[in-house]
T-cell receptor, first 113, second 109 residues
Framework: ETGVTQTPRHLVMGMTNKKSLKCEQHLGHNAMYWYKQSAKKPLELMFVYNFKEQTENNSVPSRFSPECPNSSHLFLHLHTLQPEDSALYLC????????????FGAGTRLSVL | GQNIDQPTEMTATEGAIVQINCTYQTSGFNGLFWYQQHAGEAPTFLSYNVLDGLEEKGRFSSFLSRSKGYSYLLLKELQMKDSASYLCAVLDSNYQLIWGAGTKLIIKP
């Protein structure tokens, strides 16, 4: 148990669906991250929130929309996805943006049909 | 560009020692991390090196040479539960983590 919980663990969706991924951390951290993990590729940083403010958006397509209502919760809203978006989506948190021991959730395995 | 290189896969025997290498070329350096990720689970923090030298933590040790852009993770007395992927990541001058693709370690009895 890392203190970071992601739901759902698995998600299958069609290209026209709309779904959301949820992340919750119980560590009292102020920074939260979304990553995409594809087989045999490095983790790709998608979004960073620091004190609920988005500080980074690494050229992510607009079909991915993050939301951070408070320091403990992070969402990733998905719509009109493509098959190449199938991957493991990991959420992480750290105490501050510059203190980078990141604690990860177990991820959501997403399959886009 | 920024780059982290580590072997894709390694195999070792239970009870033995294995060294996983990581070389990096990044814009600045603010430390190097090693994470362990079991299949289907969250990556978990193993070690952080910012100064040259060896950091020992039980059966695991991590070494850093900043002048060579090189690190290794040393695992001793290997156990079957050590079968996992090991991720190397470098914190660059903008405090962004640059990740390697990971090394899948297979332990055989």
């Amino acid at each position: 148990e890392t203190g970071v919980t992601q739901t759902p663990r698995h998600l299958v969706m069609g290209m026209t669906n709309k779904k959301s991924l949820k992340c919750e951390q119980h560590l009292g951290h102020n920074a939260m991250y979304w990553y995409k993990q594809s087989a045999k590729k490095p983790l790709e940083l998608m979004f960073v929130y620091n004190f609920k403010e988005q500080t980074e958006n690494n050229s992510v397509p607009s079909r991915f929309s993050p939301e951070c209502p408070n320091s403990s919760h992070l969402f990733l809203h998905l719509h009109t996805l493509q098959p190449e978006d199938s991957a493991l989506y990991l959420c992480a948190s750290s105490r501050e943006r510059e203190v980078n021991i990141q604690y990860f959730g177990a991820g959501t395995r997403l399959s886009v049909l | 560009g920024q780059n982290i290189d580590q072997p894709t896969e390694m195999t070792a025997t239970e009870g033995a020692i294995v060294q996983i290498n990581c070389t990096y070329q990044t814009s600045g350096f603010n430390g190097l991390f090693w994470y362990q990720q079991h299949a289907g689970e969250a990556p978990t923090f193993l070690s952080y090196n910012v100064l040259d030298g060896l950091e020992e933590k039980g059966r695991f040790s991590s070494f850093l040479s900043r002048s060579k852009g090189y690190s290794y993770l040393l695992l001793k007395e290997l156990q079957m539960k050590d079968s996992a992927s090991y991720l190397c990541a470098v914190l660059d001058s903008n405090y962004q983590l640059i990740w390697g693709a990971g090394t899948k370690l297979i332990i055989k009895p």
